[in-house]
């Protein structure tokens, strides 16, 4: 059975201490607490009280002739609230958000419910790819579909990768995650290409690369036009995906890129030509 206003002031009448802080003016009962006091009374910290004051949870006080805040039942019972519904998960904005709110008790609480559920969902996906990485030892800042090849990664490809991770779609990043995993015959002869490699290592590596290109744009329709698998058209990406190529290979790595890359182009012209 709800208890009543007098129930409830008689189960305060036997409590220990329960008039104490209070003192009598002009016949009236005025709680007098500190701002230490109030936050004790609270189980906060006087930080939180003053930062509450500054974001407009909590009203400022008046103060005593001696210029001490004197804080009364008002500002216990609200910074009271505040702190339940902090608790709960309810961001001080949002619960500045609610003192204004034309919404009833009923939409309010469904709002943040679903606010919530969306939260509860993301931090479940980031402990779902924490988890991930934690298995296949890859660095934090790796982009997920890469987590289980980038454990020993040299650190300019895990950059490529990261801007591969923005730029691509999904299908586009699982592919190549696929392919990161896969061996290549092309894979140790172009990674001992250097600056100074001359034509003759440059042309080798690079018709092996050919060889692995053409195979994976038969596998793979959008590996012959990247622009079909990026997230947002334009040129902004394109360039993005060049820039990261160039920093991630060494002048002679380019050349070979460039080269297999032009074999593979003129072998899909003459088989344009002879269909």
């Not at 007098?6 to 220990?16: K, T």
């Not at 500054?54 to 006080?61: R, T």
């Not at 924490?130 to 040299?154: E, I, K, M, N, V």
């Not at 042309?203 to 038969?218: I, K, P, W």
Request: cysteine-free; overall charge negative; glycine content about 4%.
């Amino acid at each position: 059975m709800p208890l009543g206003p007098s129930q409830v002031i008689r189960s305060l009448d036997s409590a220990p201490g329960a008039s104490a802080g209070i003192e009598i003016e002009d016949g009236e009962k005025r709680m007098a607490w500190s701002t230490q006091q109030l936050a004790d009374l609270a189980g906060t910290t006087v930080k939180t009280v003053r930062h509450y004051h500054q974001v407009g949870l909590l009203d400022e006080p008046e103060r005593a002739r001696n210029g001490y805040k004197q804080y009364q039942t008002s500002h216990l019972v609200r910074l009271l609230q505040v702190k339940r519904m902090s608790d709960l998960g309810i961001s001080l904005a949002q619960i500045r958000a609610l003192a204004t709110s034309t919404l009833d008790t009923d939409a309010s609480i469904a709002v943040l419910d679903a606010e919530l559920e969306a939260s509860i969902e993301r931090l479940q996906r980031v402990r779902a790819e924490l988890a991930l990485l934690l298995r296949y030892r890859a660095p934090l800042d790796t982009p997920t579909p890469f987590a289980h090849s980038a454990d020993g990664l040299p650190e300019k490809y895990r950059g490529l990768l990261t801007v591969y991770s923005r730029v691509l779609n999904e299908p586009a990043l699982h592919d190549t995650s696929d392919l990161l995993n896969e061996p290549d015959e092309a894979s140790e002869p172009f990674e001992s290409l250097t600056d100074e490699s001359d034509d003759r290592a440059i042309d080798d590596v690079a018709q092996l690369l050919a060889v692995s290109m053409a195979a994976h744009r038969e596998r793979f329709p959008w590996a012959s036009d990247l622009r079909s698998a990026q997230r947002t058209k334009g040129n902004l990406a394109q360039e993005a995906l060049s820039s990261a190529v160039v920093d991630a290979f060494n002048h002679g790595q380019l050349r070979a890129l460039a080269r297999a890359n032009e074999i593979v182009r003129k072998a899909d012209t003459v088989n344009d030509e002879t269909l």
